[in-house]
Nanobody
């Protein structure tokens, strides 16, 4: 069964840090490009960060220098380290696996940045 399961979301104060994880099963994880997207209330889902099968990374301008995406192919897991969090980072964060025309999505994990 193909599945992406996110974890690690929660409530954090502005300026704080959080790491979310996405564990994949049912796919050859190492050949997939992996991405983190987020969707805030009333807004469209947006790409936050992406890592290729070869380890190349890219980030949305809004998170550059604050977020770091990484992957552990031995654990079939992709991570998003989020530092210097801002209230505007509040959203549901979704993991995405892409290979060809049929991306795979996780169920999302909620991140709330608030004092």
């Amino acid at each position: 069964q193909v599945q992406l399961v996110e974890s690690g979301g929660g409530l954090v104060q502005p300026g704080g840090s959080l790491r979310v994880s996405c564990a994949a099963s049912g796919i050859i994880f190492s050949i997939y490009a992996m991405g983190w997207y987020r969707q805030a209330p009333g807004k469209q889902r947006e790409l936050v960060a992406r890592i290729s099968s070869g380890g190349s990374t890219s980030y949305a301008d809004s998170v550059k220098g604050r977020f770091t995406i990484s992957r552990d192919n031995a654990k079939n897991t992709v991570y998003l380290q989020m530092d210097s969090l801002k209230p505007e980072d509040t959203a549901v964060y979704y993991c995405n696996a892409a290979l060809g025309a049929a991306p795979i999505w996780g169920q999302g994990t909620r991140v709330t940045v608030s004092s």
